[in-house]
């Protein structure tokens, strides 16, 4: 990880109706890092992803990416600059086979052929599968699946939203090698969202807290695990 950032989140606010599901949160993302961001539900996690990959608007603040200031471009544009990410609700194309929901992702991106995408089918371990209907998967591989076709965009960031839930031990144990996996292999960034606190802390190398929209404490697992009001709020209780 290098010292360098990618991606400055800087003191984005996100408002539904009266409802401040982002408040004034500051990022500073690094290239290369593996960014975890946690926080109890309704936290803000998933809307900091949808303001950055331009599916919602910021209603206050910016977010530049590589010294470029990309607040509110469309989700198109946004993922051709670089940006990757998966949904929380998996959902590929249940008709087509697994290399062809890969190839159709990379065909929007111009630069993925089929030798390309049978390369991330197999960092995916998805390659065995590839021709079968993607609603023949089980959830892991549907996951992986998501994970392969945000790839096939060729990011320089990629955003994974609660990629793990629903999976057994054994299988987030083998997701947490792949993403670590995707990340030497293709020298991407990732911000990762999930709620196995103990995947997180095993592969994340910073960690951002958000309760409430509101950030509360950024650092190593071990600096973030140990904090009183990262604790609080889990436990629900008020400071
Ligand atoms: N499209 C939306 N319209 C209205 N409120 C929303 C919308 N998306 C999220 N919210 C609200 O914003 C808050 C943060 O939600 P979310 O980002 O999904 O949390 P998390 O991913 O941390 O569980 C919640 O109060 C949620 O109800
Ligand atoms: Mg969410």
Redesign the pocket.
């Known amino acids: 990880m290098s010292q360098e950032n990618i991606m400055t989140i800087n003191n984005v606010t996100k408002m ?2 009266g ?1 401040r ?1 982002l408040n004034k949160v500051n990022v500073e993302v690094k290239k290369g890092e593996i960014l975890g961001l946690i ?10 992803f ?1 303001v950055i990959s331009g599916f ?1 608007p910021a209603t206050e603040g910016t977010i530049e990416f590589k010294g470029e200031n990309i607040t509110n471009l469309s989700p198109h544009k946004i993922a051709r600059k670089g940006i990757g990410r998966t949904f ?1 609700i998996v959902r590929p194309f249940g008709d087509m086979t697994v290399i062809d929901n890969v190839l159709v992702s990379g065909l929007f991106s111009g630069k993925m052929g089929v030798k390309q995408c049978r390369d991330i089918l197999k960092t995916t371990r998805l390659i065995e599968r590839e021709g079968d209907l993607a609603e023949m998967l089980n959830l892991a591989e549907k996951r992986r699946l998501e994970i392969a076709r945000a790839l096939a965009l060729s990011p320089e960031i990629l955003l994974l ?1 609660e990629t793990m839930a629903g999976l057994t031990h054994t299988e987030v144990d083998e997701s947490l090698k792949m993403i670590s996996g995707i990340r030497n292999e293709f020298g991407l960034t990732i911000i990762l ?1 999930e709620h196995v606190m103990r995947a997180i802390m095993a592969v994340s190398e910073r960690i951002l807290v ?1 309760s409430e ?1 509101t950030k509360i404490a950024e650092g190593s697992p071990k600096e973030v695990s140990e904090n009183e009001q990262v604790l609080t709020a889990y436990l629900g209780r008020r400071v």
């Open positions: 539904f109706g409802i599901a926080g109890p539900n309704g936290s803000g996690k998933t809307t900091l949808n919602y929380q939203d969202v958000l929209g």
